[in-house]
Structures are given as structure tokens and as C-alpha cells.
């Protein structure tokens, strides 16, 4: 089994954000400073772990999308909620 890296999981977060409309820097720069993009998919490392949050103002809240975890386990949990994501869309289009 192959390891899971830093690079492989920003690349993953990148077509997250892509896919979904949203802002891909978690940051932008400003006359006034740096500004969060609410919406923008982001890593969270800590402990030694990994999650999925998402910014949800312009102050740098975040939301929790997956808990801490190993790289390989935040992996599979971030094509899990890109498939529910994508089932979603597909049954909205249905209707």
C-alpha cells in the first residue's frame, strides 16, 4: 500500500473546491490584510492528524467536514463526502 501525502491530499481538497464553486485559497490578500473566502474546503493538521473543515465566514470560522484522523483514513473520508456530494446533485437534477 502506497503512503498518502500531504501533496496528494491538497490536490484532492484543490478538485473539492473546484468542483464544488469554491474559493480555492482558504485566504486572500487585501488592502486591509489577509480576508477568509467563506466556503473554501481547507487541511487541518493537529496532533499529528488530519480533517477536512470548511471556512464558513469572512473572520475564519470553520466548519468540521471530517474528524482528525490518519492521511489515508481523511482521504477516504473526503471521496466519501465528494460521492455524497455529487449522489446529491444528481437527485436534485432528477426532480
Given at each position: 500500500m502506497q503512503r498518502v501525502t500531504?501533496?496528494?491530499?491538497?490536490?484532492?481538497?484543490r478538485r473539492l473546491n473546484e468542483m464544488t464553486g469554491s474559493?480555492?485559497?482558504?485566504?486572500?490578500?487585501?488592502?486591509?490584510?489577509?480576508?477568509?473566502?467563506?466556503?473554501?474546503?481547507?487541511?487541518?493538521?493537529?496532533?499529528?492528524k488530519?480533517?477536512?473543515v470548511r471556512m464558513s465566514n469572512s473572520g475564519g470560522g470553520i466548519s468540521?467536514?471530517?474528524?482528525?484522523?490518519?492521511?489515508r483514513e481523511c482521504?477516504?473520508?473526503i471521496f466519501a463526502?465528494?460521492?455524497g456530494y455529487l449522489s446529491?446533485?444528481?437527485?436534485?437534477?432528477k426532480n
Open positions: 500531504d501533496k496528494q491530499l491538497e490536490a484532492v481538497v474559493p480555492v485559497e482558504p485566504y486572500r490578500r487585501t488592502a486591509e490584510g489577509l480576508v477568509a473566502n467563506p466556503g473554501n474546503f481547507h487541511l487541518d493538521y493537529a496532533y499529528g488530519v480533517r477536512l468540521t467536514v471530517t474528524s482528525y484522523n490518519t492521511k482521504l477516504s473520508e463526502f465528494r460521492d446529491a446533485l444528481s437527485n436534485i437534477h
